[in-house]
Nanobody, 120 residues
Framework: QVQLVESGGGLVQPGGSLRLSCAASGSISSIDAMGWYRQAPGKQRELVARITNWGRTNYADSVKGRFTISRDNAKRTAALQMNSLKPEDTAVYYC??????????????WGQGTQVTVSS
């Protein structure tokens, strides 16, 4: 069984910073990609940032230059550093990981979600 546990998030003023972390555990052969999606009230879930196991990254246009994703393959963790936060970044952020198990199956897994609120 695979589990993703998120930490971080909270309330921050516009222009501030937050850091989200995500840790994967369980029956994991390899983690092909990790990242974050977010969902604001009344909106669809959208990709924020993604990083592959060899370090290739991609970001939503709205966060480029402000957010940075990183990962530690040995620790099976990923982090999202969010700077210059804007009110429109307010959403529930979900960690996800594309994981292969020892049986050769690849599936997407999701964290529990963490609230990020940017407000003065």
């Amino acid at each position: 069984q695979v589990q993703l546990v998120e930490s971080g998030g909270g309330l921050v003023q516009p222009g501030g910073s937050l850091r989200l972390s995500c840790a994967a555990s369980g029956s994991i052969s390899s983690i092909d990609a990790m990242g974050w999606y977010r969902q604001a009230p009344g909106k669809q879930r959208e990709l924020v940032a993604r990083i592959t196991n060899w370090g290739r990254t991609n970001y939503a246009d709205s966060v480029k230059g402000r957010f940075t994703i990183s990962r530690d393959n040995a620790k099976r963790t990923a982090a999202l550093q969010m700077n210059s936060l804007k009110p429109e970044d307010t959403a529930v952020y979900y960690c996800y990981a594309q994981i292969s198990d020892y049986g050769g199956s690849s599936n997407d897994y999701w964290g529990q979600g963490t609230q990020v609120t940017v407000s003065s």
